[in-house]
């Protein structure tokens, strides 16, 4: 059983195109983050949902949109790829929204844009 | 800015030995925790130690924080070459919620 899962696991695509990537945790958790992890594996949060609630939104781009339809999904949409978007990009789930919550990360999608 | 700096960069060991991690920070934390990634993969909870704790144990690992000296170790007794992976120390600043900042791991290297 897959508790974070993540699709698509590779993604190739040109710059200035728009892709989504999804995110389903199946461990009935309240909150969940996208992750971002550069060439370098410098690991940073960019948003995160509570119950469908945006609860932490980082300097991102806003080319890139989080949606949540419920709380056991949270999507990341990119519109106008670019160049620097090309990373693995992570999704991750936690029990609420504590500071004494471990998180639960997906396998990662690589995206790479050309 | 980043807020974990973990050293070495770098870790190359032999089966058996330990394997001493360490990890500093700047500003004030609610607690510390320790993730490892395996090539390829997501990231993996290892443990979390709070800021009125000064050691914790789960099983080979064993945790340290030094909130005086706004850092922490992580110790690998006896490695063995599954423990080959990248480890990232992780805070929860003060007030920030559930949001951890990451360091930029150390890559651990356990030779058969």
């Known amino acids: 059983d897959t508790a974070v899962s993540q699709t698509p696991k590779y993604l190739v695509t040109q710059m200035g195109n728009d892709k989504s990537i999804k995110c389903e945790q199946n461990l009935g958790h309240d909150t969940m983050y996208w992750y971002k992890q550069d060439s370098k594996k410098f690991l940073k949060i960019m948003f995160s949902y509570n119950n469908k609630e945006l609860i932490i939104n980082e300097t991102v781009p806003n080319r890139f949109s989080p949606k949540s339809p419920d709380k056991a999904h949270l999507n990341l949409h990119i519109n106008s790829l670019e160049l620097g978007d090309s990373a693995v990009y992570f999704c991750?789930?936690?029990?609420?929204?504590?500071?004494?919550?471990?998180?639960?990360f997906g396998p990662g999608t690589r995206l790479t844009v050309l | 800015s980043q807020q974990g700096e973990e050293d070495p960069q770098a870790l190359s060991i032999q089966e058996g030995e330990n394997a001493t991690m360490n990890c500093s920070y700047k500003?004030?934390?609610?607690?510390l925790q320790w993730y490892r990634q395996n090539s390829g993969r997501g990231l993996v909870h290892l443990i979390l130690i709070r800021s009125n704790e000064r050691e914790k144990h789960s099983g080979r690992l064993r945790v340290t924080l030094d909130t005086s000296k706004k850092s922490s170790s992580l110790l690998i007794t006896a490695s063995r070459a599954a423990d080959t992976a990248s480890y990232f120390c992780a805070t929860v600043i003060t007030g920030a919620n559930s949001k951890l900042t990451f360091g930029k791991g150390i890559t651990l290297s356990v030779r058969p």
């Open positions: 500003t004030s934390i609610n607690n």
């Open positions: 991750a789930s936690s029990q609420r929204t504590s500071a004494y919550n471990e998180q639960f």
